[in-house]
C-alpha cells in the first residue's frame, strides 16, 4: 500500500476525519481527551488513531505518563498538491479569464 493509499483510507472514515478535526483545533490530546468527544469505547478510539498514525497523519509523542497525539498536516498537503491542486489549477484559470473579459466589455 502506497503513502497515498493509506492518507485516502485514513480520511475515508467520518470519525477519523473528526478526530483530525479535533487535533487542528487543539494538538497534544490524550486518548481519554478524544475518547470524550466520541460516543465510542477507548478500543475504538485507538484502533482509528492506530489508522491516523500509519498514515503519518497523526504522531504520538509520550509526556511522562499520557501519551499525547499530534495532527500532523504534510501528507493532507501532499494529497492536496498532487490530486487536488492540479485539477483546480485550469478553473482558476478559466474564471480569471472570464472575470478579465467581463471587466473589459464595461
Known amino acids: 500500500m ?5 492518507v485516502f483510507k485514513a480520511l475515508a472514515d467520518p470519525t477519523r476525519r473528526f478526530l483530525l478535526d479535533l487535533l487542528f483545533a487543539r494538538d497534544g490530546r490524550t486518548l481519554t481527551e478524544l475518547e470524550s468527544e466520541l460516543e465510542m469505547t477507548r478500543f475504538g478510539v485507538a484502533k482509528h488513531l492506530k489508522v491516523l498514525e500509519e498514515a503519518d497523519l497523526v504522531v504520538a509523542r509520550r509526556s511522562g505518563r499520557e501519551k499525547l497525539h499530534f495532527l500532523n498536516p504534510v501528507p493532507i498537503r501532499l494529497i492536496h498538491d498532487r490530486w487536488i491542486d492540479k485539477y483546480t489549477e485550469r478553473h482558476v484559470a478559466a474564471l480569471v479569464d472570464l472575470k478579465n473579459a467581463l471587466e473589459d466589455e464595461t
Open 2 to 6: 502506497t503513502d497515498d493509499d493509506r
